[in-house]
């Protein structure tokens, strides 16, 4: 079943970890996992610790060229009938960390992780236009336990 | 740490779920989670079971005009020293099922789930050109359990 945008939202921004697909110049995709943080229909994420930097410069390279960006997130289940995703698209654009605090903010509150090292680079901030999603059962309905 | 591409192929290829990232016309990014089977070089997925046949024929179309394709596979944990992620990159093409026993036997062997329920939509195969990953710790060095 499809879910509503509310619902897609509902499920979205707790999910720990999402995925922040961007296309490069010629075309190509490209994806990186990424700890983000949603308030209404702003998702934010942060290219964080050095070790990443090169990732982060492909993903920042392919915003600036195509701005058109798309993040999922999903449960995996062995058992197939407990399947969903949740997928939001939109326009990103890049900010200098020390001009968003705001938005850091929301990426602390989420994750303690950040607290105690919080991430040094560009942040990505994407204006959601867009929300979608599947469930394999209806959560709340008299098939959310079956198959 | 970047992964070698050895390395990112055999995290990737036991991996229950990743995320086909195609593009569409417009140069818009999309993602879906998908079930999939490694042989060497060549990646496979297939639209399976009449309720997702929406979503496959917005990932269909984006592979006709745009075959490059990306697929990701990752690691959370809320331990942030053991996380990684694995990619994929390389061109697909959409075979119809019947045309595919080869391929199709390689999902049903990685899933059972396959086994009752055989997939019944187009299989699309990827011809990998490039694997890589990264991992925040070595996993056979000794920093693997540290932080």
Redesign the interface.
């Known amino acids: 079943?499809r879910l509503s945008p509310e619902e897609a939202r509902r499920r979205l921004a707790p999910a720990?970890?999402a995925?922040l697909?961007?296309?490069d110049a010629?075309?190509?995709?490209?994806?990186?996992?990424a700890a983000f943080a949603v308030r209404g229909d702003t998702l934010v994420t942060a290219v964080d610790h050095k070790?990443?930097r090169h990732?982060g410069l492909k993903r920042l390279r392919n915003i600036a060229v195509?701005p058109?960006?798309?993040?999922?997130a999903?449960a995996?289940d062995?058992d197939?009938s407990r399947?969903w995703?949740t997928?939001a698209?939109g326009l990103a654009r890049v900010l200098e960390p020390d001009r968003c605090p705001e938005q850091l903010s929301w990426l602390r509150e989420k994750y303690p992780?950040y607290r105690d090292r919080p991430p040094d680079g560009p942040v990505i901030e994407i204006a959601i236009s867009r929300w979608t999603g599947?469930a394999?059962a209806d959560p709340v309905g008299p098939r959310a336990g079956g198959g």
Chains 1, 2 share one sequence.
């Open positions: 079943m720990r970890v995925r697909a961007t296309v010629a075309g190509h995709p490209h994806q990186v996992p070790p990443k990732q195509n058109g960006v798309c993040v999922l999903d995996y062995e197939w399947l995703w997928r698209d992780q599947w394999a």
